[in-house]
């Protein structure tokens, strides 16, 4: 009988971009509602650090893809590790977070996202969100206090 040592794993890194509007906003993506994982979930833009990228330049790559937003500053605000168990394999993920301090552009979402919302703290809560993003949303709230 395998143990769970046999069980193959695959360890990813992830950056998801906290943007931040001038009224205290944030930026939240819907997933698209055929997305395999967690469909229609709202998140962070964000996604995989590919094969010799650093984390800030993937964080720039992805938030570009996903939003058409040109990230210009940034700083990692909060990081966390997590497993996705599957059925015949387990992922790690390492997420890192970053606060995005100036960005430009106007938002022109990918086929990855459906829709998209600037929203305050209070109302994030109410959306069906990620867990990480909801987790990410407590440490940013009380970071912000």
Request: aromatic share 14%; hydrophobic share 40%; glycine share 4%.
């Given at each position: 009988?395998?143990?769970?040592?046999?069980?193959?794993?695959?360890?990813?890194?992830?950056?998801?971009?906290?943007?931040?509007?001038?009224?205290s906003?944030?930026?939240?993506?819907?997933?698209?509602a055929?997305?395999?994982?967690?469909?229609?979930f709202?998140?962070?833009?964000?996604?995989?650090?590919?094969?010799?990228?650093?984390?800030?330049?993937?964080?720039?790559?992805?938030?570009?893809?996903?939003?058409?937003?040109?990230?210009?500053?940034?700083?990692?605000?909060?990081?966390?590790?997590?497993?996705?168990?599957?059925?015949?394999?387990?992922?790690?993920?390492?997420?890192?977070?970053?606060?995005?301090?100036?960005?430009?552009?106007?938002?022109?979402?990918?086929?990855?996202?459906?829709?998209?919302?600037w929203?305050?703290?209070?109302?994030?809560?109410?959306?069906?969100?990620?867990?990480?993003?909801?987790?990410?949303?407590h440490?940013?709230?009380?970071?912000?206090?």
């Amino acid at each position: 009988m395998p143990t769970f040592l046999d069980i193959p794993t695959v360890f990813k890194v992830e950056v998801r971009a906290i943007v931040l509007s001038p009224f205290s906003e944030i930026l939240l993506l819907q997933r698209a509602a055929d997305k395999s994982y967690r469909p229609s979930f709202f998140e962070f833009p964000g996604g995989k650090v590919e094969l010799g990228e650093l984390p800030e330049n993937s964080l720039m790559r992805e938030t570009s893809e996903e939003t058409s937003l040109s990230v210009k500053e940034v700083s990692l605000f909060y990081e966390t590790t997590f497993l996705r168990i599957k059925p015949y394999s387990i992922d790690q993920y390492i997420s890192l977070h970053f606060l995005v301090k100036k960005y430009c552009g106007d938002i022109l979402l990918s086929r990855e996202h459906r829709g998209y919302a600037w929203i305050k703290f209070a109302e994030a809560e109410k959306l069906k969100l990620t867990t990480i993003t909801r987790m990410s949303l407590h440490y940013l709230e009380n970071y912000l206090r």
